[in-house]
């Protein structure tokens, strides 16, 4: 059973540009989780979405950010327009029903770097 | 708002000796607490949660404890070996899903 798979592992971009960010989910997991790493920082939780729905957004910033997880598909978090401030690490989680939401399996990260 | 403290950036230990490690949190009623693993370039990995009505969880060489009037949890792991070398997580949780983790402790087990 392969675990929860995240590309790309790296990622460059401009200012200004935009970074789409994929999430796939271990099988049978249809809760998805983003996190952020800041460097020196913990992990800050992000968005929280089920196929097709977005449940919690509270940690995502207002402007340029995006996530959804469509019926079929990887969850994809999109950041638009990229700022330097953006770079980070991106991790997704998930987990395999709502009964079983306290034990989060994380993927490998996404490393943006915005040049 | 909500703090959580991982007691030192680093800790380096003889092999074969007790890592302990400490999380501190203020602000925060959790429900839970979780300990992950990470190691440089990869993703953490779930290791044990304690729940706010449980005072020691065990597994294997891993020990947590909870104590939710001093805030703060404990993290051991008896007879360390070099391959326990990486970063610890506390992680915290009220809801059902939320974490809020620490910024964490780099653990160097020293052969």
């Known amino acids: 059973n392969a675990g929860v798979m995240q590309n790309p592992r790296h990622l460059v971009r401009r200012r200004g540009q935009e970074a789409r960010l994929r999430c796939s989910p271990m099988?049978?997991?249809?809760?998805v989780y983003w996190y952020r790493q800041l460097p020196e920082e913990g992990l800050k939780f992000m968005v929280y979405?089920?196929?097709?729905?977005?449940?919690?957004e509270s940690g995502m910033p207002k402007e340029r950010f995006s996530a959804e997880f469509p019926k079929e598909g990887p969850s994809i978090l999109r950041i638009q327009q990229v700022v330097r401030g953006d770079s980070a690490a991106y991790f997704c989680?998930?987990?395999?029903?709502?009964?079983?939401?306290?034990?989060?399996?994380f993927g490998p990260g996404t490393r943006l770097t915005v040049t | 708002s909500q703090k959580i403290e991982q007691n030192s950036e680093a800790l380096n230990i003889q092999e074969g000796k007790t890592a302990t490690l400490t999380c501190n949190y203020t602000?925060?009623?959790?429900?839970?607490l979780q300990w992950y693993r990470q190691d440089p370039g990869r993703g953490p990995v779930f290791l044990l949660l304690?729940?706010?009505?449980?005072k020691e969880k065990r597994k294997e060489r891993l020990k947590v404890t909870f104590d939710t009037t001093l805030k703060q949890s404990l993290f051991h792991i008896t007879a360390s070996q070099p391959a326990d070398s990486a970063t610890y997580l506390c992680?915290?949780?009220?809801?059902?899903?939320?974490?809020?983790f620490g910024k964490g402790t780099k653990l160097s087990v020293i052969p």
């Open positions: 992680a915290l949780g009220a809801g059902s899903y939320q974490l809020t």
């Open positions: 602000n925060y009623s959790p429900a839970y």
């Open positions: 989680a998930s987990s395999p029903s709502v009964d079983l939401v306290y034990e989060q399996y």
């Open positions: 304690i729940r706010e009505n449980e």
């Open positions: 099988k049978g997991h249809s809760h």
């Open positions: 979405l089920q196929k097709e729905n977005i449940i919690d």
